[in-house]
């Protein structure tokens, strides 16, 4: 059984909060301090240069991308991190798009994060004419793959709802249909137990700074199948993931299956974070997270909606459809979500009238949700969310 009393005192939570933005920004892990002072000091400053081979930065991306590959069900050697997660999404759509060239559909889903079909549009765009981004509403999904389709890309749990797809069932329609599938789980990852091989998905791809708790700025990660490792080409060619990198040839050669997924310099600060972050999932049963992240939301759930009629149930209600979070339907939600920060409770807003909650079990509890409910109850009975200080947008919602 995880210890998970272990895993929250490996946290450094400000005292006082309820955090359930996990989802959104994971905490800091204690040990990621320590572990980026020395990456710093001890290896930039005083390996300078000689780090790139000494400190081992040159091969982190791989050998952080199997750690992360554990998490999400890959065979060892396929996964590679790096640059940010919209870019992953390009490049894992780029490559899966020239495996069909006689085909120019991609199919997503309107649940899909908008920058995932920003960085679709931007690269159709560039393919030229008849090239088309077909989005459709999630439960639509499974009837529109037709053998149109090229590529289906989709977010595995919906960022406002926590709505979960069927991977592997979507990937099999998929490939029937002659399609390839590029899966984002930048909110499955960490969240829930993921099975890429399992499910036969072609390319994966998922951030580090969610459930994976590595940092504001953390790199993406790429899965790619072994069956394309050597076949897809790579369209963000970048020396360092030249099959020399150090050979300086003047035209691009692919590096050996996922190695040809890096692009450029990796951001080795962050990978020392993101190292310090995996530490503790090391310790950690995907499958007791799950659980306890069900027993944890569905306590959550049962307690707003028993106290909080003007609040709705946005996320299923079926806990094997969801993800980790837990989305509630308010209009005036921005102006609820201000006035929880402002009695200790973190969770975002998502226009236009979700608030959203992250259920974290590596350092959430039962007493924290439900702590978190009746303030919840007690800013909805009262109208607190009514006060002019809540209803001014910031930035970053
Ligand atoms: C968080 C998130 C992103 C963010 O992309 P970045 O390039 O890391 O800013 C993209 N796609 C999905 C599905 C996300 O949830």
Redesign the pocket.
Same mark, same amino acid.
């Given at each position: 059984m995880t210890d998970f009393d272990a895993t929250r005192a490996q946290f450094d939570l400000p005292e006082g909060v309820i955090y359930l933005d996990g989802n959104s920004l994971g905490p800091l892990p204690r040990a990621a301090t320590e572990r980026v002072a020395r990456a710093m000091t001890g290896e930039w400053g005083g390996m300078l240069i000689t780090a790139w081979n000494k400190a081992g930065w040159m091969a982190q991306p791989e050998v952080l991308g199997d750690r992360i590959g554990r998490l999400i069900g890959a065979e060892p050697g396929h996964v590679v991190i790096g640059d +940010?997660?919209?870019i992953k999404?390009y490049q894992a759509l780029a490559s899966a798009l020239e495996m069909r060239p006689d085909r120019r559909v991609v199919l997503s889903d309107s649940g899909n994060?908008p920058? #995932?079909l920003y960085m679709a549009e931007g690269l159709l765009g560039s393919l030229g004419p008849g090239y088309q981004l077909r989005c459709v509403a999630p439960e639509e999904v499974e009837a529109e793959l037709t053998e149109e389709v090229a590529v289906l890309m989709l +977010?595995e749990v919906d960022?406002r709802t926590g709505r979960l797809h069927d991977m592997a069932a979507l990937t099999r329609k998929a490939q029937a249909m002659g399609a390839l599938t590029v899966w #984002?789980l930048?909110?499955s990852a960490g969240a829930l137990p993921v099975d890429v091989a399992g499910a036969g998905a072609d390319f994966a791809v998922g951030?580090t700074y969610?459930y994976l708790n590595a940092g504001p700025g953390a790199p993406?990660f790429i899965y790619v199948a072994p069956r394309h490792a050597e076949a897809a080409r790579p369209a963000l060619s970048g020396w360092l993931g030249h099959a020399a990198p150090f050979g300086f040839e003047p035209s691009y050669r692919p590096g050996s299956g996922i190695a040809r997924m890096r692009v450029g310099t990796p951001p080795v600060l962050q990978m020392a974070a993101l190292e310090a972050a995996l530490d503790i999932w090391d310790g950690v049963d995907l499958a007791d997270l799950r659980a306890r992240s069900i027993a944890l939301s569905e306590a959550f759930i049962a307690r707003v909606e028993a106290t909080c009629p003007q609040l709705t149930l946005a996320s299923p209600r079926d806990p094997a459809a969801r993800g980790s979070q837990v989305s509630f339907r308010f209009t005036e939600g921005y102006a609820a979500i201000q006035a929880l920060i402002a009695r200790g409770v973190i969770g975002d807003f998502r226009a236009p009238d979700i608030m959203r909650f992250g259920v974290t079990p590596l350092y959430l509890g039962m007493a924290e949700v439900e702590a978190a409910a009746d303030i919840m109850a007690e800013i909805m009975d009262q109208q607190l969310w009514d006060d002019p200080a809540y209803h001014t947008r910031a930035a970053v919602t």
């Amino acid at each position: 059984m995880t210890d998970f009393d272990a895993t929250r005192a490996q946290f450094d939570l400000p005292e006082g909060v309820i955090y359930l933005d996990g989802n959104s920004l994971g905490p800091l892990p204690r040990a990621a301090t320590e572990r980026v002072a020395r990456a710093m000091t001890g290896e930039w400053g005083g390996m300078l240069i000689t780090a790139w081979n000494k400190a081992g930065w040159m091969a982190q991306p791989e050998v952080l991308g199997d750690r992360i590959g554990r998490l999400i069900g890959a065979e060892p050697g396929h996964v590679v991190i790096g640059d +940010t997660l919209s870019i992953k999404v390009y490049q894992a759509l780029a490559s899966a798009l020239e495996m069909r060239p006689d085909r120019r559909v991609v199919l997503s889903d309107s649940g899909n994060f908008p920058s #995932d079909l920003y960085m679709a549009e931007g690269l159709l765009g560039s393919l030229g004419p008849g090239y088309q981004l077909r989005c459709v509403a999630p439960e639509e999904v499974e009837a529109e793959l037709t053998e149109e389709v090229a590529v289906l890309m989709l +977010t595995e749990v919906d960022y406002r709802t926590g709505r979960l797809h069927d991977m592997a069932a979507l990937t099999r329609k998929a490939q029937a249909m002659g399609a390839l599938t590029v899966w #984002d789980l930048a909110h499955s990852a960490g969240a829930l137990p993921v099975d890429v091989a399992g499910a036969g998905a072609d390319f994966a791809v998922g951030c580090t700074y969610k459930y994976l708790n590595a940092g504001p700025g953390a790199p993406a990660f790429i899965y790619v199948a072994p069956r394309h490792a050597e076949a897809a080409r790579p369209a963000l060619s970048g020396w360092l993931g030249h099959a020399a990198p150090f050979g300086f040839e003047p035209s691009y050669r692919p590096g050996s299956g996922i190695a040809r997924m890096r692009v450029g310099t990796p951001p080795v600060l962050q990978m020392a974070a993101l190292e310090a972050a995996l530490d503790i999932w090391d310790g950690v049963d995907l499958a007791d997270l799950r659980a306890r992240s069900i027993a944890l939301s569905e306590a959550f759930i049962a307690r707003v909606e028993a106290t909080c009629p003007q609040l709705t149930l946005a996320s299923p209600r079926d806990p094997a459809a969801r993800g980790s979070q837990v989305s509630f339907r308010f209009t005036e939600g921005y102006a609820a979500i201000q006035a929880l920060i402002a009695r200790g409770v973190i969770g975002d807003f998502r226009a236009p009238d979700i608030m959203r909650f992250g259920v974290t079990p590596l350092y959430l509890g039962m007493a924290e949700v439900e702590a978190a409910a009746d303030i919840m109850a007690e800013i909805m009975d009262q109208q607190l969310w009514d006060d002019p200080a809540y209803h001014t947008r910031a930035a970053v919602t």
